[in-house]
T-cell receptor, first 115, second 114 residues
Framework: EAGVTQFPSHSVIEKGQTVTLRCDPI?????LYWYRRVMGKEIKFLLH????????ESGMPNNRFLAERTGGTYSTLKVQPAELEDSGVYFC?????????????FGPGTRLTVL | GNSVTQMEGPVTLSEEAFLTINCTYTATGYPSLFWYVQYPGEGLQLLLK?????DKGSNKGFEATYRKETTSFHLEKGSVQVSDSAVYFC?????????????FGKGTKLSVIP
């Protein structure tokens, strides 16, 4: 069974440009999470989808970040316009929805560098 | 709010040495506790977990005990191997918001030398 995949693995963009990150969860996983790790800091929660609905987006830093999960399958996270402080590693995770806490399976991450 | 504080690294040990990585937490509710590991070039993997006080999680020779009285979840291994070289993250999950989001510590990089 394929794990969580993320694309691209690495992105380098100029300040002010737009970048879109993609996450494909494990098939059948209704829960999808986005996290971010800024250099030297903790991995921080961004938001949580249950199928196509946003269950919790309390971690989204500002309105330059837009996450979507059309059809409840893959998800995209768009940053527009990108700022220097957006640099970091963006992780996606997915889990089943069978009540209570279910193990979150993580992708390898997308390393975003904003110059 | 919730927070996790873990021992800062990097930590360098010789093969077969004893490992302890300290982790303490602050939570508003009654969280579940986890250790995740990230091997070079890979995503985070769940190493072990504990869901209630005095539970001991264990996997691959690693252990951690949920200590409510000291709000701690220290990771231990009796004899590390070179293959244990990775970044280790302590984390908690509190279902208060209904989302089971994970709150992580900063991570501890472990290097094991032959």
């Amino acid at each position: 069974e394929a794990g969580v995949t993320q694309f691209p693995s690495h992105s380098v963009i100029e300040k002010g440009q737009t970048v879109t990150l993609r996450c494909d969860p494990i098939s059948g996983h209704d829960n999808l999470y986005w996290y971010r790790r800024v250099m030297g800091k903790e991995i921080k929660f961004l938001l949580h989808f249950v199928k196509e609905s946003k269950q919790d987006e309390s971690g989204m830093p500002n309105n330059r970040f837009l996450a979507e999960r059309t059809g409840g399958t893959y998800s995209t996270l768009k940053v527009q316009p990108a700022e220097l402080e957006d640099s970091g590693v963006y992780f996606c995770a997915s889990s089943q929805d069978v009540g209570g806490y279910n193990e979150q399976f993580f992708g390898p991450g997308t390393r975003l560098t904003v110059l | 709010g919730n927070s996790v504080t873990q021992m800062e690294g990097p930590v360098t040990l010789s093969e077969e040495a004893f490992l302890t990585i300290n982790c303490t937490y602050t939570a508003t509710g009654y969280p579940s506790l986890f250790w995740y590991v990230q091997y070079p070039g890979e995503g985070l993997q769940l190493l072990l977990k504990a869901t209630k006080a005095d539970d001991k999680g264990s996997n691959k020779g690693f252990e951690a005990t949920y200590r409510k009285e000291t709000t701690s979840f220290h990771l231990e291994k009796g004899s590390v191997q070179v293959s244990d070289s990775a970044v280790y993250f302590c984390a908690l999950s509190d279902s208060g918001a209904g989302s089971y989001q994970l709150t992580f510590g900063k991570g501890t990089k472990l290097s094991v030398i032959p």
